[in-house]
């Protein structure tokens, strides 16, 4: 029997940014080792990397869509629904870890920012005494400059955490902000094995190893063409 398309799910806006994957079972998408229940689990690695790459090669501030290729039939339930929430839960995480680490990186921004200015602050007074109490204009300039030197080297670390460190972090929580939010759509194949479902996520039970279904992908993940 000849393979046919069907999707299911939620309708992707026009001008929406399609991010498609192929898998032979929804399984492929979630890490295998993780052992927390379907709406809370981790997608694989691959498939991260993946859908965040793609993402991150789309025009500035677009708007993301999910369209998973599927090569098995409908199971029973809501499975565009439930691979929506555990995609939404996955990056929502991501966002908000992102701004952690934001928030810590700023905040270790302005310890080093007062430390590096009490530095440099008490190596232009130190070298300014000992310029004074050498006498010698040579060695006291010397000494001074070397403090000089030292005090901006210690505002190195502030510094680089205000022009370059934080911004990539903030961009990387604004693109998962977004792929959190993206429309999730499942493009069936239904000619092949009508009960391969059964064994797949989210119908299946097992929280363990991934089973395949006969008929189903061996790859664990691959881009759809």
């Given amino acids: 029997m000849p393979d046919?398309?069907?999707?299911?799910?939620?309708?992707?806006?026009?001008?929406?940014?399609?991010?498609?994957?192929?898998?032979?079972?929804l399984n492929?998408?979630?890490?295998?080792?993780?052992?927390?229940?379907?709406?809370?689990?981790?997608?694989?690695?691959?498939?991260?990397?993946?859908?965040?790459?793609?993402?991150?090669?789309?025009?500035?501030?677009?708007?993301?869509a999910l369209i998973v290729h599927l090569d098995r039939a409908p199971g029973e339930g809501d499975e565009p629904g439930a691979l929506r929430d555990a995609v939404r839960e996955f990056f929502t995480t991501r966002s908000e870890v992102a701004k952690r680490r934001l928030r810590q990186t700023l905040r270790l921004g302005r310890t080093s920012l007062f430390i590096g200015l009490f530095f440099l602050a008490a190596a232009i007074i130190a070298g300014d005494v000992l310029d004074r109490a050498i006498g010698d204009e040579?060695?006291?300039?010397?000494?001074?400059?070397?403090?000089?030197?030292?005090?901006?080297?210690?505002?190195?670390?502030?510094?680089?955490?205000?022009?370059?460190?934080?911004w990539p972090i903030r961009a990387e929580a604004r693109?998962?902000?977004?792929?959190?939010?993206?429309?999730?759509?499942?493009?069936?194949?239904?000619?092949?094995?009508?009960?391969?479902?059964?064994?797949?996520?989210?119908?299946?039970?097992?929280?363990g190893a991934t089973r395949r279904p006969p008929g189903a992908s061996g790859s664990a993940f691959s881009p759809s063409p």
């Fill in 28 to 64: 492929q998408l979630f890490n295998a080792m993780d052992p927390s229940p379907f709406r809370e689990r981790d997608l694989d690695p691959a498939a991260e990397e993946f859908i965040v790459g793609t993402a991150r090669e789309a025009p500035h501030g677009a708007h993301f």
């Fill in 138 to 166: 040579g060695v006291g300039s010397l000494f001074r400059e070397s403090l000089l030197i030292g005090g901006w080297v210690a505002m190195w670390r502030p510094i680089e955490i205000f022009l370059y460190g934080w």
């Fill in 175 to 207: 693109l998962h902000r977004r792929l959190a939010e993206m429309p999730v759509r499942i493009v069936y194949a239904e000619g092949r094995t009508p009960d391969a479902w059964r064994t797949d996520w989210p119908a299946s039970p097992s929280r």
């Fill in 4 to 25: 046919t398309q069907r999707p299911a799910g939620e309708l992707i806006p026009d001008g929406h940014h399609a991010i498609e994957v192929h898998v032979g079972e």
